[in-house]
């Protein structure tokens, strides 16, 4: 049995189209019960067919035990979801987009047992667009929160295993956990820092398995051959559920525990 100073914390890796939905519908509220997770964060941007996320779309994965949905470099990919996004603190996009982006980069979140936690998700630029330093945006963000609450996850979206790696050494024991998203591969290094902050490079993709990181592997494959642009589609087969497991110590916000999740759809 857990002690009463530690919260449990899942982050669902890539929401990729209706077969990542489905399988959310069908297994998250289970996983919740399963670790008596009290906050539920998610990936989303990929959540509207492979592109992108929607009101509609958001709505359902709210209503699906998805407490917050981060985002990266597909955020604005449905251009209605602009104005939603603009007015809904729940679904966040990168903090190291310009001051006048529309929507937020953070939130201090209270969850179901009442605790506050504090989410920031940040874009890398390494292969990625060019933003501000997610090093130093993300660090003044830390401190801000850090006077309301110790407890502080980062969605770290980004292309380079180098950059994930320096980005969580640079903000370790100043944060409980840096969960990498973006390349969609669940990698198998989930560790805790030397000073207390859990990582992982990569949570991995919630989709259809039998895919290229989402999409259908005939289309991928054309266009590695042909070098021809080409619209993606996402096939309609089984999918995966990727996520990472937190334990963290309410009091000062480090970690206990991480522990790596793949389910597959029955």
Request: hydrophobic share 40%.
């Amino acid at each position: 049995m857990l002690n009463n100073d530690t919260i449990n914390i899942l982050f669902i890796g890539d929401i990729v189209g209706k077969p990542g939905r489905n399988i959310i519908k069908a297994l998250l509220p289970k996983l919740v019960l399963q670790y008596k997770a009290e906050l539920v964060v998610a990936n989303g941007e990929n959540s509207a067919g492979g592109f992108g996320i929607t009101e509609k779309i958001a709505e359902e994965l709210f209503s699906s035990s998805i407490d917050i949905i981060t985002t990266g470099n597909h955020v604005w990919d449905k251009k209605n979801a602009v104005s939603y996004i603009a007015k809904e603190p729940r679904i966040l996009r990168p903090i190291n987009y310009p001051e006048d982006t529309p929507g937020v980069g953070s939130i201090t979140f209270r969850t179901r047992n009442n605790n506050l936690v504090g989410v920031i998700n940040a874009m890398g630029r390494t292969f990625m667009n060019t933003l501000d330093c997610p090093f130093k945006v993300a660090k003044k963000e830390v401190e801000k929160i850090k006077k309301e609450t110790n407890i502080v996850l980062i969605d770290f979206h980004a292309e380079a295993t180098s950059e994930k790696m320096a980005f969580a050494f640079y903000l370790d024991g100043k944060v409980s956990a840096i969960i990498g998203t973006h390349t969609h591969v669940q990698t198998a290094d989930e560790k805790i820092l030397p000073k207390g902050t859990a990582y992982i490079t990569d949570v991995g993709m919630t989709g259809p398995e039998n895919s290229v990181i989402g999409f259908k592997k005939d289309e991928i494959i054309e266009r590695f051959l042909t070098m021809m642009p080409k619209q993606y589609e996402v096939p309609s087969t089984p999918a995966i559920l990727s996520a990472v497991y937190l334990e963290v110590n309410t009091s000062n916000g480090l970690a206990r525990k991480i522990e790596r999740i793949m389910l597959k759809e029955s």
